[in-house]
């Protein structure tokens, strides 16, 4: 009895932690859904109202959303106050472009994933190897023998962040009039490189020399792989190697291996036209040659192109390399919430639903350069990609952020709970009606719950309950996203899960301290906890339940109810 209490408690429990974020298959979405417009209304009506604000006449943007399928809506506005001194785009709209920063670290990124499964790159060789220049250590004593194109794509180096580009001593980049104003002593440029930031207007690029002349007197501020800290240098030095390995210029191997495949028509690492773009006023960063820097953040490009690379994402994230699941954190950044990915900023919340502690994730990447902020993101539990361009006062920016952000996924959570109670939901009894077994789920705030389970006449959740000696506990099923038949699609496959109701930091400290275990006891080989929804018509809707462990078969009451067997069922349970 003690052993299966602990088991039962071990597999199905999740003590204080909180609920299994992952509660629902991916929503599918109609962008007419009156759902999904009455969202996008409300993000229309707030952007208005929020820009209107005076210290925002100088602001432009653009806004899409996009499914794994589909474009699902877009918002455009065109700045009231206007940089009249360059003749940018008349109209902000899909096309328009904007510098997006270090949103181009992630095409690095994808560059030397597509690189290593082709062989020709490891994520796990040392930088080194790809640029021998680099030598064992440098003169400051970074390792560079230690150090892994995984650990510099992931934020894990160590190295410093800038090369060209950081320095107070360049105080007009910083809108100070002099660096002495907050007590820096006065100091000489001598031994300074002389491009980028250093040099009047951003007019002189960086070169490879510059770079490698700089970083070989740097000091590291940890070990490899110690803790994260944020370096553009390290996606220099990954775009060198993608380089040296493709025998391309960065740019062309861009444009070959990702922008044209993915039809991204718009966006370039070169310097558009005036009219093709969003020019704000100064101090702006449009026209500026990035040389050498360009891997960690040269891109211009669209929210149209954007929506192209982010479907791209939603559909491949976990098929790119046997390597990595690209949607995964590799470490912590600060607090319980944040994490980075490769090379992903990663956030996770329990305040963003309206009635449930679930966590969301939000795979981010953000880009800033004089004049122009930006971000894209995917929300892997809602198949949606987001991204948020912006040329101007960047104050406006988490305005944006936070108004887009929330209005769609509570949309998006209200929309899955509906497919759920649709395609899911009811009572499902057995299709041997001697057995006496039923079971009922109820789709809502907490997916998909069980509320009524009886197997061979036997109360199933009172006995876990009463075995496992648990309380204000809940079950649920979690979708796997697999399938039994994975060629046809067909058979999904779920896992019972229990969560003890609204118990998160309550109780004893260690009582937060969550393993995620989705498995449970086995019964004669086979899952105690596997369940497979079979039979799905035109609808959606799932008319069989396999609950493989208990060798029954059950089938789901039509919502007018299949009066004679329930009838018949209910004189069996008497």
Known sequence: MVLLSMLLFAALANAKCFAPSVAHPLPEYDRHDPLLQEAFES??????????????ARTSFSVAITSSKESL????????????????????????LYRIASITKTFTVLGILYQHEAGNMSLDDTVNNYIEELGEKSDGGIPWKDITLRSLASQLSGIPREFAQGDLINSDKFLLNDPTDIGLPPVSRQGLVTCSEYSPNYEVPCTLEDLLNAVKSKAPLFAPNQQSTYSNVAFELLGLAISRVTNQSFEAYINNAIFKPLNMSSS?????????????????????????????????SSTNDLSKYLRYILQHFNAISHAINWNHPVSPSRGLNSFYGMPWEIFQTDRILKDSKRTVRFVTKSGGVPGYTSIIMTVPEYDLGITILLAGTPGFFQQIREIVTVAIVRAAEKLAIRQLNERYAGTYISTNVTLNSSMTLVADHRGLAVTKWISNSTDVLESISRIAMLKNWYAQLVPTLLYRDEKEQKGEEWRLQSTEES?????????????????????????????????????GAFKQLELTAFRANMTRLDDGGDRLRQEEQEVLEL
Not at 45 to 51: K, P, Q, R, S
Not at 73 to 96: F, L, M, P, Q
Not at 276 to 287: C, L, N, R, T
Request: glycine fraction near 10%.
């Open 43 to 56: 993000i229309d009506t707030a952007l208005t109202v929020a820009v209107a604000a005076p210290e925002f």
């Open 268 to 300: 370039t690492l070169s310097v558009p036209p005036d009219s093709a773009g969003v020019i704000p006023f100064e101090p702006q960063y449009w026209d500026v040659d990035e040389g050498i820097q360009a891997p960690t953040g040269g891109i211009y």
């Open 73 to 96: 809506w877009s918002h455009h506005h065109t700045a009231r106050e206007r940089n009249t001194s360059r003749s940018d785009i008349a109209r902000v709209n899909g096309d328009a």
């Open 503 to 539: 118990s998160e930091g309550v109780g004893e400290i260690w009582d937060d301290f969550c393993i995620t275990n989705i498995d449970a006891p086995l019964y004669a080989g086979v899952g105690f906890n596997e369940f497979v929804f079979w039979d799905q018509g035109k609808d």
